[in-house]
């Protein structure tokens, strides 16, 4: 009976923000505590809708920019983007030694923070042949830390008094995963949506380097290396709108799904996080994590406000 209502409950959720009726901040709390009334029914399948939803959310988001815009804005993060990932990466591969942690469990953190969270943990773990519990601990801690950012981030940004320019090239940065990024972003503004989301996006292509790295790091070989091909649908999305192909009525429209699906996917990203998972993170993990945080965080605040 429980395990009906459970999922009866659930599905009204999904609608409900499906609607619009729900925020992004309040969808991921909603979602947590869904978690600890309920069992997320489907489990099972919510890593993979995230995945889905999170990349037909950013294609969504194409629509509603211009192909020139998004061009500036990439060649103003360049130079922030290859300085952060390669600092951090060098810090997150010296500090797992220094605290003598597993080595393939510290470069997952360390990629996951370097680059974009979870998929990050899911293109360098194969390579490195990590075994499935390490995996978990590296996708708890950066769920764990998005959750955190996505309400820590907007109230830092007022307080620092960042423009939209600024807010959405830092959260970019320094937020882990792509949806807390467009979640953090969302709640600030449409510019900065639009800056993180084309930042974070190309920061994610850093991926195929980070592989590169990787396989020499750790000696291995014939690992394929996963490539984002759904960036290449956000470009042609926002081609489309540049040229206005499609009318604007229908372009307006499916961003406004867009935003949706992605307010839904922290809803199903909070369902997953279970306080016993968390608690299972150990100290030397979650003292790793978070000193990559701190340091991408600063590092990239400063260098934007200077």
């Known amino acids: 009976m429980k395990s009906k209502l459970s999922k009866i409950l659930y599905l009204v959720i999904v609608i409900t923000i499906a609607l619009g009726y729900i925020n992004s901040t309040s969808a991921l709390l909603l979602g947590f505590g869904f978690t600890l009334l309920f069992d997320n029914p489907f489990k099972t399948y919510s890593h993979k809708v995230i995945s889905y939803l999170l990349k037909l959310s950013i294609i969504g988001l194409g629509f509603g920019m211009l192909f020139k815009d998004t061009l500036q804005t990439t060649k103003q993060g360049f130079g922030l983007t290859v300085f952060s990932i390669v600092l951090t990466v060098t810090f997150g591969v010296l500090l797992a030694k220094a605290l003598k942690?597993?080595?393939k469990l510290g470069h997952l953190i360390t990629s996951g923070t370097a680059i974009c969270g979870g998929s990050a943990i899911a293109a360098i773990s194969p390579i490195i042949k990590a075994k499935s519990s390490v995996?978990?601990?590296a996708l708890g801690i950066v769920?764990?830390?998005n959750s955190v950012a996505l309400f820590v981030f907007p109230a830092l940004g007022h307080a620092f008094n960042l423009t939209q320019e600024q807010f959405g090239l830092w959260c970019?940065?320094?937020?882990?995963?792509?949806?807390?990024?467009?979640?953090?972003?969302l709640t600030y503004g449409d510019q900065a949506l639009k800056i993180a989301t084309t930042v974070k996006l190309s920061r994610?292509?850093?991926i195929i380097p980070?592989?590169?790295?990787?396989?020499?790091?750790?000696?291995?070989?014939?690992?394929?290396?996963?490539?984002?091909y759904f960036i290449i649908l956000f470009i042609i999305a926002i081609i489309i709108n540049s040229y206005q192909l499609l009318p604007q009525n229908i372009t307006l429209s499916i961003v406004t799904i867009a935003k949706r699906l992605l307010v839904l996917t922290l809803f199903i990203v909070g369902s997953t996080l279970y306080i016993k998972d968390l608690k299972a993170l150990g100290s030397k993990p979650v003292l790793l994590a978070v000193s990559l945080w701190i340091f991408i965080s600063v590092f990239s605040l400063i260098y934007i406000l200077n």
């Open 101 to 103: 942690m597993d080595l």
């Open 135 to 137: 995996i978990s601990i």
């Open 143 to 145: 769920f764990l830390l």
């Open 172 to 185: 970019a940065i320094a937020i882990h995963d792509t949806s807390s990024v467009v979640g953090a972003a």
């Open 204 to 206: 994610t292509l850093w």
């Open 210 to 228: 980070l592989s590169i790295f990787t396989m020499f790091y750790f000696k291995t070989k014939g690992e394929k290396i996963k490539i984002p």
